[in-house]
């Protein structure tokens, strides 16, 4: 009973939202009151828009890789070898929360002029340099997540175990650390996923076009579209957590009775 009331209101708490967004996007011009997808079929066809949205998912799976080779080897080869740098390593990676965006992003600028002063002029445009900072971003959510998966598996006896077989670090941590490690991994992806898609004061700031900068000038002239961007955008992530609430569920196994 209570689970269902909870549920109940959770639906409700995310649905309603969602609902609404669809409803003002699919809402035709006038005082008619009928529903129209016009909105829907302008977002592949808006100037830039397509681009944009392009550019965030690569930055969405950049960022992901990016904290995930950053972190994991990091953090097993500290629980293994240097258990003593535990709290250093926590605090460098939880650092980024207690600085505003707008303060990274005056030190950053220096940064990324030097990269542009470096990059072919082809290239000097392109958000996907936003990965360097999106990827700092992220570690306070992904390194919680991993620690979370790692305190949950004892890794010392599993890579002492595999090792005493002859295998190397990297088949250690990439076949024996890594599996058991992943329900951890794919929700420390989801979140650097979400935070990307949803991030706009880094790239405003930096003058780089990701979704949701093309989103805010998009509504300034045409505000159906915007929403038909967010609530598409919405329904991507309630889709991924739908799908990863199966994942690392293996069958069940009946017990024999006799």
Not at 11 to 21: D, E, N
Not at 74 to 94: A, G, K
Not at 162 to 175: E, Q
Request: aromatic share 10%; net charge positive.
């Amino acid at each position: 009973m209570v689970r269902g009331v909870l549920l109940a209101a959770f639906a409700a708490f995310f649905g309603i939202p969602l609902l609404a967004l669809v409803e003002f996007s699919t809402r035709e011009r006038g005082a008619g009151g009928g529903r129209t997808l016009e909105a829907w079929k302008a977002i592949p066809q808006y100037p830039g828009l397509p681009e944009a949205i392009v550019a965030s998912l690569q930055l969405a799976a950049l960022t992901s890789v990016g904290a995930l080779f950053l972190l994991v080897p990091t953090m097993v080869w500290v629980r293994l070898r240097l258990p003593r740098l535990s709290r250093l390593v926590e605090f460098l990676c939880l650092l980024p929360l207690t600085i505003p965006a707008i303060v990274l992003v005056v030190g950053w600028a220096p940064l990324y002029l030097w990269i542009n002063y470096f990059t072919p002029r082809t290239y000097q445009s392109t958000p996907l340099v936003l990965t360097f900072a999106y990827v700092v971003l992220v570690l306070p959510y992904a390194y919680r997540t991993l620690d979370s998966g790692l305190s949950a598996i004892d890794v010392r006896t599993l890579s002492e175990a595999a090792r005493s077989l002859g295998a190397s670090w990297a088949t250690v941590l990439l076949r024996v650390i890594a599996p058991n490690l992943g329900p951890a991994i794919l929700n420390a992806a989801l979140l650097s996923v979400a935070l990307v898609l949803g991030e706009f004061t880094v790239a405003s700031l930096l003058n780089y076009v990701n979704v949701q900068v093309a989103m805010n000038a998009i509504g300034q002239a045409e505000a159906r579209v915007a929403v038909a961007v967010a609530a598409g955008a919405l329904m991507s992530v309630f889709l991924l957590l739908f799908l990863l609430s199966f994942v690392g569920r293996g069958p069940r196994r009946v017990r024999s009775t006799r």
